[in-house]
């Protein structure tokens, strides 16, 4: 079975900066792309950011591009989000996935394993 751990959430002020881990047992992410997602109240899940298995392609949601930067410890089954210059609208429960393949993707349906998520809340 396969769980992915996130943690690092919290409260933040509007433009402060955070980083996110998400966490897998075993050798969960051993060759998968991981991304991102995040779902404010009462809106859907969206797209925040990807990398590719090997970590040389990254994706970015625009709304979010030029602040986070996703990165990843394979060694330690570990991808980050760092979230910097933060603002109330990212305010969210941020989830990990698991891509069912090695490359970057914006959409959910193609991530297979989700945690519980972490949420992040930004306000003065």
């Known amino acids: 079975q396969v769980h992915l751990v996130e943690s690092g959430g919290g409260l933040v002020q509007p433009g402060g900066s955070l980083r996110l881990s998400c966490a897998s047992s075993g050798r969960t992410f051993s060759g998968y792309a991981v991304g991102w997602f995040r779902q404010a109240p009462g809106k859907g899940r969206e797209f925040v950011s990807a990398?590719?298995?090997?970590?040389?392609?990254?994706n970015y949601a625009d709304s979010v591009k030029g602040r986070f930067t996703i990165s990843r410890e394979n060694a330690k089954n570990t991808v980050y989000l760092q979230m910097n210059s933060v603002k109330p609208e990212d305010t969210a429960v941020y989830f990990c996935a698991r891509n069912r393949g090695p490359s970057v993707s914006t959409s959910g349906v193609t991530y297979d394993y989700w945690g519980q998520g972490t949420q992040l809340t930004v306000s003065s």
């Open positions: 990398i590719s298995w090997s970590g040389a392609s990254t």
